[in-house]
């Protein structure tokens, strides 16, 4: 049965995936409901994501809150102003090099927000499970390990997480799963493999690896460049949200994979190739900026999911094959030089006041 979602309150909403979310219900989706957008502005949240969201349907339709879900008190304050009936905490801590060196933003962001979330949730929805309302907590394939080439994770495998960041989101998963077995709360869960696209911060692999390679700077890969990924598109990943949403069973789990595998050095001379023939050069012009280094502590070897379970129960496909969505993803920052330039010289972070504030 298909829920009535009214008032969605997206955490983490300025961030990479939850700006995407957020593109995706009013651009996707038939819903025509509220959207509260609550985050921190840690130095990933980045509100010019949202501009255009934020043009066209600030607080008619679209609500943005500058609040740490970590603040018990005025987290519980939005869910009263707001009535919100369904939540998709995306506010994370997700770079797993920055949780090596800082782990305490890790417990507090990951697993003591969370843990305020669910409390307030408890005490709002109480009484109100029929009405629909829905606390989704969108998680990683880390949680899970490393596996070995030929298998794949399952919904049911065992949480070996091997990271500082995986075992936080592994705490809070088990934290949201507990809210549902003790006190009936309704949730869901998710885990995906590693996304990519636009809006994402330039840390992480595939947009470091196109900024680099466009400033023709080195191309840093760690160990021997072996460590297997699956990779998702921004885009399926949100439909496949959207699809938990609205018919997704409470208390359950849904994998949801990009079912692209690639070894991180393929993929990075790969990326090399592409943009090489964009900018009209020989095809390994850019793989001479390769350069291998030191292998991180925790760095699982393969990650890989299986996701018939969200295919056949809530008939989801991936709309996009990695081709096309890399294809897409190197023309957006390529397109998008000026909103590199801000983030690297920390611009971006005044966007708030400049566009937001005082309008």
Same mark, same amino acid.
């Given at each position: 049965?298909?829920?009535?979602?009214?008032?969605?309150?997206?955490?983490?909403?300025?961030?990479?995936?939850?700006?995407?979310?957020?593109?995706?219900?009013?651009?996707?989706?038939? !819903?025509?409901?509220?959207?509260?957008?609550?985050?921190?502005?840690?130095?990933?949240?980045?509100?010019?994501?949202?501009?255009?969201?934020?043009?066209?349907?600030?607080?008619?339709?679209?609500?943005?809150?500058?609040?740490?879900?970590?603040?018990?008190?005025?987290?519980?304050?939005? !869910?009263?102003?707001?009535?919100?009936?369904?939540?998709?905490?995306?506010?994370?801590?997700?770079?797993?090099?920055?949780?090596?060196?800082?782990?305490?933003?890790?417990?507090?962001?990951?697993?003591?927000?969370?843990?305020?979330?669910?409390?307030?949730?408890? $005490?709002?929805?109480?009484?109100?499970?029929?009405?629909?309302?829905?606390?989704?907590?969108?998680?990683?394939?880390?949680?899970?390990?490393?596996?070995?080439?030929?298998?794949? !994770?399952?919904?049911?495998?065992?949480?070996?997480?091997?990271?500082?960041?995986?075992?936080?989101?592994?705490?809070?998963?088990?934290?949201?799963?507990?809210?549902?077995?003790?006190?009936?709360?309704?949730?869901? %869960?998710?885990?995906?493999?590693?996304?990519?696209?636009?809006?994402? !911060?330039?840390?992480?692999?595939?947009?470091?690896?196109?900024?680099? %390679?466009?400033?023709?700077?080195?191309?840093?890969?760690?160990?021997?460049?072996?460590?297997?990924?699956?990779?998702?598109?921004?885009?399926?990943?949100?439909?496949?949200?959207?699809?938990?949403?609205?018919?997704?069973?409470?208390?359950?789990?849904? %994998?949801?994979?990009? $079912?692209?595998?690639?070894?991180?050095?393929?993929?990075?001379?790969?990326?090399?190739?592409?943009?090489?023939?964009?900018?009209?050069?020989?095809?390994?012009?850019?793989?001479?900026?390769?350069?291998?280094?030191?292998?991180?502590?925790?760095?699982?070897?393969?990650?890989?999911?299986?996701?018939?379970?969200?295919?056949?129960?809530?008939?989801?496909?991936?709309?996009?094959?990695?081709?096309?969505?890399?294809?897409?993803?190197?023309?957006?920052?390529?397109?998008?030089?000026?909103?590199?330039?801000? %983030?690297?010289?920390?611009?971006?972070?005044?966007?708030?006041?400049?566009?937001?504030?005082?309008?």
């Amino acid at each position: 049965m298909k829920r009535r979602l009214k008032n969605i309150m997206v955490t983490g909403g300025a961030g990479f995936i939850g700006s995407n979310f957020i593109h995706y219900i009013f651009n996707k989706s038939a !819903f025509n409901g509220k959207v509260i957008n609550v985050d921190k502005l840690t130095y990933a949240g980045n509100l010019e994501n949202l501009r255009e969201i934020d043009n066209k349907f600030r607080k008619n339709r679209y609500y943005f809150e500058k609040i740490d879900i970590c603040d018990f008190d005025k987290m519980k304050g939005i !869910f009263q102003k707001y009535d919100i009936d369904t939540v998709v905490n995306f506010a994370a801590e997700s770079h797993v090099d920055r949780s090596i060196y800082g782990p305490k933003d890790f417990i507090q962001t990951n697993i003591v927000g969370t843990f305020n979330l669910l409390e307030i949730v408890r $005490e709002r929805w109480k009484g109100r499970e029929q009405d629909g309302v829905l606390f989704h907590y969108p998680s990683t394939e880390e949680v899970y390990g490393s596996i070995e080439e030929g298998q794949y !994770f399952y919904e049911n495998a065992r949480y070996q997480p091997n990271n500082l960041y995986a075992a936080s989101k592994a705490s809070a998963e088990h934290l949201t799963r507990a809210y549902h077995n003790t006190y009936g709360l309704p949730v869901t %869960i998710s885990n995906c493999s590693n996304n990519y696209g636009p809006h994402q !911060f330039p840390e992480k692999l595939i947009p470091l690896m196109i900024n680099n %390679i466009l400033e023709e700077k080195p191309l840093p890969v760690y160990g021997d460049g072996k460590n297997i990924r699956d990779w998702l598109y921004v885009e399926d990943h949100c439909s496949a949200i959207w699809q938990i949403l609205n018919k997704g069973k409470t208390g359950e789990t849904y %994998i949801i994979g990009g $079912e692209n595998e690639w070894e991180n050095i393929i993929l990075i001379n790969v990326l090399c190739e592409k943009i090489a023939k964009i900018k009209g050069k020989d095809k390994d012009y850019y793989k001479r900026l390769i350069t291998f280094v030191k292998d991180r502590p925790g760095h699982d070897l393969r990650y890989a999911v299986n996701c018939k379970k969200i295919k056949r129960e809530l008939n989801w496909r991936r709309k996009y094959d990695f081709k096309e969505g890399l294809d897409i993803t190197i023309r957006w920052y390529m397109d998008n030089q000026g909103w590199l330039d801000r %983030i690297k010289s920390g611009e971006y972070k005044n966007w708030l006041e400049k566009n937001y504030r005082l309008r």
